[in-house]
Nanobody, 123 residues
Framework: QVQLKESGGHSAQAGGSLRLSCEAS????????MAWFRQAPGKSRYWVAS????????YHTNDMKERFIISQDKAAKTMYLQMNNMKPEDTAIYYC????????????????WGQGIQVTVSS
């Protein structure tokens, strides 16, 4: 069983930056993938980026890859999302997700979820 816990900055001004963290606890397999999703009010949960826990391979959604960067500290079993040049439309609940069966870009591809963290960007 794996537990995921998000932490990090909660608010920013437009054009500013925030970094979110997600710490994993429990047994992590060699094929474990961690991901960030976000869910804006009234919208579906949307995939942002993924990273393999055992390596450095990353995947980013095209519409945010210039501003949002996923990374990790393998020793600390912690994943990060660096968000730059933030916009008010980035306001959402951000979720950390994980699964033993590789990286996907859909909600159904992840078994483990954090509780989510609210991020608000003001103009």
């Amino acid at each position: 069983q794996v537990q995921l816990k998000e932490s990090g900055g909660h608010s920013a001004q437009a054009g500013g930056s925030l970094r979110l963290s997600c710490e994993a606890s429990g047994s992590i397999s060699s094929t474990f993938c961690m991901a960030w999703f976000r869910q804006a009010p009234g919208k579906s949960r949307y995939w942002v980026a993924s990273i393999y826990a055992a390596g450095q391979t990353t995947y980013h959604t095209n519409d945010m890859k210039e501003r949002f960067i996923i990374s990790q500290d393998k020793a600390a079993k912690t994943m990060y999302l660096q968000m730059n040049n933030m916009k008010p439309e980035d306001t959402a609940i951000y979720y950390c997700a994980g699964d033993d069966n590789g990286c996907e870009s859909v909600v159904a591809g992840y078994k483990y979820w954090g509780q989510g963290i609210q991020v608000t960007v003001s103009s």
